[in-house]
C-alpha cells in the first residue's frame, strides 16, 4: 500500500483512546511519524508501536501549554518537522442549564476549548517558522447544532468550531490550514459511557442518522487523513461534518411509512 503521509509528523491529543487512537493508527499506516499525547498511560498505544518504529507516546494534560510545548519540542528534534495537529481530547457532559453546576460547566469549556486553544498555541511557533501545517479539531455535530440537555458540551464544540475558523483566518497566508471536523454519534469508549445506559435515546440517536447506524473511530480518521493530506490543499476554515446524515434535518417516519427501509 503507498504511503500519503510519509516524511510527515503528526501530534495528536486524546491518542490513547477513541477517534485520536485511530487517526494514530491511520496516519501510521499512511508513513507519518506519529506522536501521541494523552491523559491516559499508553496501554492501547502499543497497536500504533506495531504499524510503525516512528512513534512516540507522551502521557500529559492539553491544560498543560508547556506540558505540550516540550513534547512537540521533543518531536521536532527527534523527526524534523511538525506538520499535522489533530485535538482530540475531549470529555462528553451533560444537563440543562439549571442543572449544571458552575464547576462542571467550567471543567467542559476548560477541556474542550481551552485545552484546544492550548494545542493550537504549542503547535504554531512550529507552522509559523516552517510556513506550512494542517489543524485539525475534533469539534462535534453538536457544535453545528445543538441537541437537547447538551448545553456545556455543546457550547464549547460550537467555540471549537469557531476558533477554528479564526486560526484558518490568521494563519492562511503562512500556509497553514484549519479544519474542524464534526463528528455525528461514534462508537468509542465515550459513545458507550453514555450511551449504553440509555438504551431508548440510544435507539432514537441512531435513527437520526440517516444512515440507519453509528459512525466507527476508523470512519472519522479517513477525514481526519483527507484533511491533513496534500489532497486538502484548498480545503481550509471549514467546519466539515462526519455524522452519517445526522445534520441534515429531523426524522419524521416517512421513510419508514414508505418502506425506504
Ligand atoms: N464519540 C462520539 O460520538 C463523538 C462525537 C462527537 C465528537 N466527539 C469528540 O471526539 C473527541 C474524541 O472523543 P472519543 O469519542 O474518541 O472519546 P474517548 O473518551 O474514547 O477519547 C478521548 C481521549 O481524550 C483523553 N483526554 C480527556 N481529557 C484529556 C486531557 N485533559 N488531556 C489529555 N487527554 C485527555 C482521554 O484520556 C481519552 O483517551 C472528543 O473531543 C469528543 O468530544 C466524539
Redesign the pocket.
Known amino acids: 500500500m503507498p504511503q500519503h503521509l510519509n516524511s510527515k509528523v503528526a501530534f495528536i491529543?486524546?491518542?490513547?483512546?477513541?477517534?485520536?487512537?485511530?487517526c494514530a493508527q491511520r496516519f501510521a499506516r499512511e508513513g507519518a511519524a506519529v506522536v501521541g499525547?494523552?491523559?491516559?498511560p499508553s496501554d492501547?498505544w502499543s497497536g500504533v508501536e506495531q504499524l510503525t518504529k516512528k512513534c512516540t507516546f507522551v502521557e500529559?494534560?492539553?491544560?498543560?501549554l508547556a506540558g505540550q510545548q516540550a513534547a512537540i519540542e521533543a518531536a521536532v528534534a527527534q523527526f524534523g518537522t511538525l506538520d499535522i495537529l489533530v485535538?482530540?481530547?475531549?470529555?462528553?457532559d451533560a444537563g440543562p442549564v439549571h442543572m449544571v453546576e458552575p464547576d462542571a460547566w467550567q471543567r467542559v469549556i476548560?477541556?474542550?476549548l481551552t485545552?484546544t486553544f492550548l494545542s493550537i498555541k504549542a503547535a504554531l511557533p512550529q507552522m509559523m517558522a516552517q510556513r506550512s501545517g494542517s489543524i485539525i479539531t475534533?469539534?462535534?455535530?453538536?457544535g453545528q447544532i445543538a441537541s437537547e440537555g447538551g448545553s456545556s458540551?455543546n457550547a464549547s464544540?460550537a467555540a471549537v468550531i469557531n476558533l477554528t475558523k479564526n486560526v484558518a483566518m490568521d494563519y492562511g497566508q503562512m500556509g497553514i490550514r484549519a479544519n474542524a471536523?464534526?463528528?455525528?454519534?461514534?462508537?468509542?469508549?465515550?459513545?458507550h459511557?453514555v450511551m449504553d445506559h440509555m438504551p431508548d435515546m440510544k435507539e432514537s440517536v441512531r435513527k437520526e442518522h440517516k444512515l440507519g447506524r453509528?459512525?466507527k473511530?476508523e470512519e472519522?480518521a479517513g477525514i481526519v487523513y483527507f484533511l491533513a493530506s496534500d489532497d486538502a490543499s484548498f480545503v481550509t476554515g471549514q467546519a466539515i461534518a462526519g455524522d452519517g446524515g445526522y445534520t441534515c434535518g429531523p426524522s419524521h417516519g416517512i421513510v419508514e411509512l414508505m418502506g425506504l427501509t
Not at 500529559?60 to 498543560?64: E, K, L, W, Y
Not at 485535538?87 to 462528553?92: H, P, Q, V, Y
Not at 464534526?182 to 459513545?191: A, D, K, N, Q
Request: charged letters at 15%; one cysteine or more; glycine letters at 16%.
Open positions: 491529543s486524546g491518542a490513547a483512546s477513541g477517534i485520536g487512537l485511530a499525547f494523552d491523559l491516559q492501547n500529559g494534560d492539553v491544560m498543560d485535538t482530540s481530547a475531549g470529555i462528553g476548560d477541556i474542550n485545552g475534533v469539534a462535534s455535530v453538536e458540551y464544540k471536523l464534526c463528528p455525528g454519534f461514534i462508537e468509542t469508549p465515550m459513545f459511557s453509528f459512525g473511530p472519522m
